[in-house]
């Protein structure tokens, strides 16, 4: 244990009376480190300086700024709002030491003093304050560690969704950028239309676009239940092997849901994975997969979806197909307005066509990659 002797508090006097600096002071210079102001815009000047004063004594009746002002601008400044103010006065009415207690002082002494009392009222405010410092600097360790576990947690979840997204692509003939690429035009779609009269009462909130961009990876992973021969395959698919190809839709929904009923709660991020997951394949006029929905019935998770895996799948090389230019994946695109798509995601696709383009670079496949 340390033999170090505690450092001892501060105090500010603050009074224009010569003599009552001087008794003041000599009446706690022995227990207390002391520092005088006599005015009260030098009070708030040393108040405001590292280090802060530990506890303030504050006469009211002073020319220019009164001691009520003074409490109310320490009260107001963040750097000394959490410094006791003792008011020390000769006003004995009651009204004033309302108004001193409702402006943020912790006690109120009037003149003459009585030593003792003045002695014991200081170290009790002190005490209180050491108590309430080390309570806050407890709960801002507290925050900090769950900040913390916070971003730990979301950071796992993002490497989660990730690596399951990644274990999908691995078997299909598309690549992990396609996974960065897709949940990149999600956002950027998302953030387009959030104050778009038909999607700002979903889109208008970041926790949305956020659980969008992050939902979006897993639109694909019910390809994992795809038999090889199936999804593997170089050519067209006959009518038998679509529609197992097909049930990838219906198998990525329920793995998530499965997952999220092992969970023993909802968790909002898997909501829109699941619409995604089951409904990315719909068309806007119905002619869509699994269900055939029709308009507004897709959810706007999946709409958003279904412009962006289109165009990064028109985009990107397969081994049953090339890679379509920008500007032919856009006009075939463009001819799928209310049939395929919904009108206006696709008009913003269009008007964001330049940014799409610019996320298909930066996140592009490596050339001897098969996608």
């Keep these: 244990m340390s033999n170090i002797p505690e450092p001892k508090a501060t105090l500010l006097i603050v009074d224009d009376t010569p003599d009552n600096l001087t008794l003041m002071t000599g009446l706690l210079r022995d227990f207390y480190q002391i520092r005088v102001a006599n005015h009260g815009a030098r009070a708030l000047k040393i108040a405001a300086s590292e280090p802060n004063p530990d506890l303030i004594l504050l006469d009211i009746m002073m020319p220019e700024m009164d001691g009520y002002e003074v409490c109310r601008q320490l009260k107001a400044d963040p750097k000394t709002r959490t410094i006791p103010v003792i008011f020390l006065t000769a006003r004995t009415d009651t009204d004033d030491e309302t108004h001193g207690f409702a402006l943020g002082a912790v006690d109120y002494i009037t003149k003459p003093i009585s030593p003792p009392v003045v002695l014991a009222r200081i170290r009790t405010h002190l005490e209180l304050k050491k108590a309430r410092d080390h309570l806050q600097a407890h709960n801002d360790s507290l925050e900090e560690l769950v900040e913390q576990r916070t971003q730990e947690v979301r950071a796992i979840q993002d490497v989660t969704i990730l690596a399951m997204a990644s274990l999908a692509e691995t078997r299909d003939n598309e690549t992990g950028n396609h996974i960065r690429r897709t949940q990149n035009y999600v956002r950027l779609l998302a953030e387009h239309l959030r104050h778009h009269p038909r999607f700002q009462n979903i889109l208008d909130d970041d926790r949305v676009l956020d659980l969008l961009y992050k939902s979006a990876p897993l639109h694909d992973i019910g390809k994992v239940g795809i038999p090889d021969r199936i999804l593997l395959k170089p ?56 269900e055939g929905l029709i308009g507004e019935a897709i959810p706007l998770s999946a709409r958003l979806m279904a412009v962006a895996d289109v165009y990064d799948a028109l985009i990107s090389r397969r081994v049953y197909k090339p890679a379509f230019s920008h500007d032919e994946a856009v006009r075939i695109m463009t001819e799928g307005r209310g049939t395929h798509f919904d009108p206006d995601i696709l008009d913003a696709f269009v008007a964001l066509q330049q940014q799409c383009a610019d996320i298909a670079q930066r996140f592009q496949d490596n050339p001897d990659s098969s996608a």
């Excluded at 067209?236 to 219906?250: D, V, Y």
């Excluded at 329920?254 to 969970?263: F, N, V």
């Excluded at 909501?271 to 719909?282: N, R």
């Design 235 to 290: 050519g067209p698919l006959t009518p038998e092997e679509f529609a197992i190809m097909k049930t990838h839709t219906t198998l990525g929904r329920d793995a998530i849901a499965h997952a999220e009923q092992s969970l023993g709660m909802d968790v909002p991020f898997l909501k829109f994975a699941k619409e995604i997951a089951y409904s990315h394949q719909e068309h806007w006029d119905g002619r869509g997969y699994p």
